[in-house]
C-alpha cells in the first residue's frame, strides 16, 4: 500500500521540484487511521516549500497539483534508518563503556563520536529514498 500526498507545483528547475502541500482527503493507506499521517507534517511546516530531486525530466509547470505516491515499506525501512542509525550510534557506546568500566568523559566522547558517525551514514543511506510523481 501507499500514501499519497496532494501538492502544488511551486517551480520546476532541471533536477528537481520546489513543491507546497495543499490540502486533500484521506488516502486509501490512511483511511484506516481516520487522519492522514502526514497531518503533522503540514501543521508544522504550513506554507512551507519542499524539494524533490528528479531523476529525469517531468511534464509539470508550476502551478500545477500533482499526488506524490510513497511506499509505506520504503517510508518505514527509511525512517528506520534515518533516526535508527543516530540512536544505535549514540547508546551503543555507552553500553560499551558501562560493561567495559571506561570513565564518564570517556563515554560521553565516544557517544558523541557514534552519534555524529550515525548522523553521517543516515544521511548517505536516505538519499535513495523514491517518491513516484502521479501528474
Known sequence: MSCQKSVEVISVDAGSLTVKAVGQSLCPACQDLGR??????SRKSAGQTFEIPLNEPISVSAGDVVVLNIDEQ????????????PLIGLIAPII????????????????F??????????????????????Q
Open 96 to 111: 560499551v563503556g558501562q560493561t567495559e568500566g571506561w570513565s564518564e568523559l570517556s563515554q560521553a566522547v565516544a557517544a
Open 113 to 134: 563520536v557514534g552519534l555524529a558517525l550515525g548522523w553521517l551514514s543516515s544521511r548517505y543511506w536516505t538519499r535513495t529514498f523514491q517518491i513516484r510523481i502521479d
Open 36 to 41: 492522514c499521517r502526514s497531518d503533522w507534517l
Open 74 to 85: 520504503a517510508l518505514t525501512s527509511q525512517i528506520i534508518k534515518l533516526y535508527g542509525l
